[in-house]
């Protein structure tokens, strides 16, 4: 056979997916398993979203979109994001992706490449550092630790730092921790952002999984400390048991917004009207 690219030597397996693959196996052969490999909600699509689903399908809601996204979902995520933190976006800084993992590659993309290091904290789910490596960048870990509750930390973060530095990735709440980045803490890395003049990527994918009582507004704070450096991703997978319908989001500069958008015109254009209904309903209260 000829040679694969290089870039296939670059990248590792899926853990996560390594783990569905063993629990299959066990559970084949009679034995009971917890899965805690895919990050999977325990409820399942709810009603009125399943229904919106067959009726966009009714409705033979069928075809191509907009490659951002159509106009309504992207309001919609907009006025999520207002509701829930306080701040306020434009159509134009919102892309609608396949999956929060989609909004994650295609800001990757339009971020960094080759000579660049891409700072995130470990432990990290590990498609973060895959997807760094396959746009070309070296990822650099800054470690929590368990005894601390893996609390995220601005030090550690600024002692990664490098002058070939371009971005920080935090998750928060942070998969596979837990973990939510306190606002103080958050706030030293925006400083250290400015002063380095780098990108800071947050994973909001767990935002809606969040059961104590703690502040956790990352797109408040990145907002008044540096919104023209700040990309925020989300996705409606866990937050309304969407994990198969792949409906994403990245909200950020203009700039970037239309560079994910360009790759994303060149590998997909899907976006579920049905998710517009979604994203409104499950916000209310
Ligand atoms: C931390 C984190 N971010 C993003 C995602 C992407 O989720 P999806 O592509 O299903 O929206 C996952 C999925 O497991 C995740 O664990």
Request: aromatic letters at 6%; proline letters at 7%.
């Amino acid at each position: 056979m000829a040679k694969l690219a290089e870039r296939t030597q670059r990248i590792s397996g899926s853990s996560t997916q390594a783990v569905t693959t063993m629990v299959d196996r066990l559970r084949r052969s009679g034995v009971p398993v917890i899965d805690f490999g895919a990050g999977e909600p325990d409820f399942p699509t709810p009603e009125h979203v399943k229904a919106a689903g067959r009726e966009a399908i009714d409705q033979n809601f069928t075809r191509y979109t907009p490659a951002p996204g159509i106009v309504e979902l992207k309001r919609a995520i907009c006025d999520r994001y207002r509701t829930d933190y306080g701040v306020e976006y434009k159509e134009s800084e919102v892309i609608v992706t396949a999956g929060g993992k989609q909004a994650l590659y295609n800001t990757a993309l339009s971020l960094w490449g080759p000579g660049d290091e891409v700072i995130t904290h470990a432990p990290y789910w590990p498609t973060l550092t895959e997807q760094i490596k396959l746009a070309d960048a070296t990822p650099v870990l800054a470690r929590t630790h368990a005894e601390e509750g893996f609390a995220i930390r601005a030090q550690s973060i600024l002692e990664a730092v490098t002058p070939r530095t371009r971005a920080i990735i935090v998750n928060s709440p942070c998969n596979p921790t837990g973990a939510l980045v306190a606002e103080s803490e958050l706030r030293a890395i925006a400083e250290i952002a400015a002063r380095q003049d780098l990108w800071i990527v947050v994973d909001l994918c767990y935002e809606k999984l969040i059961y104590d009582p703690v502040p956790h507004n990352p797109p408040a704070i990145l907002a008044e400390t540096c919104r023209d450096r700040t990309v925020l991703c989300g996705s409606a997978s866990k937050a309304y048991a969407m994990t198969g319908w792949r409906c994403g989001w990245a909200i950020g500069p203009a700039p970037v917004i239309a560079a994910a958008t360009e790759m994303k015109w060149v590998v997909t254009r899907a976006a579920l009207r049905s998710a517009v209904r979604n994203v409104r309903l499950a916000n209310r209260p």
